[in-house]
């Protein structure tokens, strides 16, 4: 079983920055790919960005591009998400996602953007933007 915790989140202004964190254990993190997901409320969960088990390729939703950088410290055990210019819309609970390559076999430069496609879960932490 792999465990993810998130951290990072909190109230900032639009304009503003946050880094969130997800840290894991309970697998070698080399063999997990990695993705961001949000909720807001009322609204379904929706992808955010994702990474590759080797950290070498990555993808973004439309919306973040540009202002969203997820990358991950195989030697850490955790994946970032660097969210800069943020925006009232953003306002949303972020959750991690880990998709395991013990489970079954996969490229380690693939990448998944369903919340489908995943194993593991976080809990999700609060990001509020004010405008």
């Known amino acids: 079983q792999v465990q993810l915790v998130e951290s990072g989140g909190g109230l900032v202004q639009a304009g503003g920055s946050l880094r969130l964190s997800c840290a894991a254990s309970?697998?070698?993190?080399?063999?997990?790919?990695m993705g961001w997901f949000r909720q807001a409320p009322g609204k379904e969960r929706e992808f955010v960005a994702a990474?590759?088990?080797?950290?070498?390729?990555?993808n973004y939703a439309d919306s973040v591009k540009g202002r969203f950088t997820i990358s991950k410290d195989n030697s850490k055990n955790t994946v970032y998400l660097q969210m800069k210019s943020l925006k009232a819309e953003d306002t949303a609970i972020y959750s991690c996602?880990?998709?395991?390559?013990?489970?079954?076999?996969?490229?380690?430069?693939?990448?998944?953007?369903?919340?489908?496609?995943?194993?593991?879960w976080g809990q999700g932490t609060q990001v509020t933007v004010s405008s």
């Open positions: 996602a880990a998709r395991d390559g013990v489970l079954r076999y996969f490229s380690v430069n693939a990448y998944y953007t369903g919340s489908r496609d995943y194993d593991y």
């Open positions: 309970g697998r070698t993190f080399s063999t997990l790919a």
């Open positions: 990474i590759s088990r080797n950290g070498g390729s990555t």
